[in-house]
């Protein structure tokens, strides 16, 4: 697997009561970690913006 240049994050919006997805620019990526239940990448481990960050994605378990 490949770095991943950027990331589509997704966060849960409580003005909307919907998912908000943002497109992170990684600069340095730093592994994942992966959901429990379904083995699929949960959270990136990465550096944006100078800064370290953790981005949530949707993984397998997400069915919308
Ligand atoms: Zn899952």
Redesign the pocket.
Known sequence: MTNPTEINSVSWDEKTKSWKYTIVKVEEYHGFVN??????P?SHNIKSDGEFKVVYVK????RT
Do not use: D, M, T
Request: with cysteine.
């Open positions: 959901c429990q239940y379904c083995q699929k949960l993984c397998g378990c997400s």
